[in-house]
């Protein structure tokens, strides 16, 4: 599901609320949860799944056009389980 579907789900849920203030809520939650998982944090939504971030390594992978190896620098992942 993207913003904007998830944004005309709940106006379409909220008749009583305008479309502007659904979109903020919308992006103020979204950037919350952002900025916890940059910081590391873990997000749980009851009920509905936790966010979290993971680690991968350094990796040797491979360029699916040319077929010749590149090196994949380490990085951190966001992840989402549902619950």
Do not use: C, W
């Amino acid at each position: 599901m993207t913003r904007s579907e998830l944004i005309a789900k709940l106006a379409a849920k909220n008749p009583a609320l305008y479309h502007r203030d659904i979109e903020r809520l919308v992006s103020a939650i979204l950037d919350e949860i952002g900025g916890a998982l940059e910081r590391g944090d873990r997000v749980e939504l009851r009920g509905f799944g936790a966010f979290s971030v993971r680690h991968r390594k350094s990796r040797v992978g491979r360029n699916p056009r040319t077929g010749t190896s590149v090196q994949v620098s380490e990085k951190r992942v966001p992840f989402f389980q549902n619950g």
